[in-house]
């Protein structure tokens, strides 16, 4: 098994850029989600997702845009990439448990530099 | 209000010894599940435990133990007889069956030195 599969490992954007970090799991699992991570500020979610056709905010929603058309993928879109976007992305997912019970499989992470 | 402190910013041990990470948490709600995570230097992040707030049991793992008290809200994790290859980044984090947003530590950065 693949488990959580993130891409691309790195990318550098310029200011106003957009992108598309891409997600897939293969363990059938119903929630999948997008954090990010930034010095000393731990991990902060972006928007998450419980199944196919449902969305939902997290902490940090802004200056980004998911959908979830399949059980399998959950991209995440920089629609016009600002510095403050600078960070290390994790993708996560999970069996949809009562609220968040279930562990979190994580990707392996992308390293994405806003210039 | 939810909440997770993980007050050690940063531990550092000789190889060998016992540490301890300290996990505070806060939370309302009468069911929920506590769970630590290790950020090793390659930087994957990896599932270590959960614990549900029905069962206050202690629980060992080779070399890991977590101390799961609620009577003053506390889920510490130690590592007994440390190795260098425990050096990593530790997440205590908090759910509750009321929402499906995590709540989570600022991490424990742990430095096993040789």
């Known amino acids: 098994n693949a488990g959580v599969t993130q891409t691309p490992k790195f990318q550098v954007l310029k200011t106003g850029q957009s992108m598309t970090l891409q997600c897939a799991q293969d363990?059938?699992?119903?929630?999948m989600s997008w954090y990010r991570q930034d010095p000393g500020m731990g991990l902060r979610l972006i928007h998450y997702?419980?199944?196919?056709?449902?969305?939902d905010q997290g902490e940090v929603p802004n200056g980004y845009n998911v959908s979830r058309s399949t059980t399998e993928d959950f991209p995440l879109r920089l629609l016009s990439a600002a510095p403050s976007q600078t960070s290390v992305y994790f993708c996560?997912?999970?069996?949809?448990?009562?609220?968040?019970?279930?562990?979190?499989?994580f990707g392996n992470g992308t390293r994405l530099t806003v210039t | 209000a939810q909440k997770v402190t993980q007050a050690q910013t940063e531990i550092s041990v000789v190889e060998k010894e016992d540490v301890t990470l300290d996990c505070v948490y806060e939370?309302?709600?009468?069911?929920?599940?506590l769970f630590w995570y290790k950020q090793p230097p390659s930087g994957e992040l990896v599932f270590l435990i959960r614990?549900?707030?029905?069962d206050e049991q202690n629980e060992i793992s080779g070399r890991y133990s977590w101390n799961f008290q609620k009577s003053t809200s506390s889920f510490n994790f130690t590592i007994t007889a440390s190795q260098v290859v425990d050096s990593a980044v530790y997440f205590c984090?908090?759910?509750?069956?009321?929402?499906?947003?995590?709540?989570w530590g600022a991490g424990t950065k742990l430095i096993i030195k040789p």
């Open positions: 939370t309302r709600d009468t069911t929920y599940y």
């Open positions: 997702s419980v199944g196919a056709g449902i969305t």
């Open positions: 984090a908090l759910a509750m069956d009321s929402n499906y947003q995590l709540i």
């Open positions: 614990r549900n707030s029905f």
């Open positions: 996560a997912s999970s069996r949809k448990g009562t609220g968040q019970s279930s562990p979190l499989h």
């Open positions: 363990m059938n699992h119903e929630y």
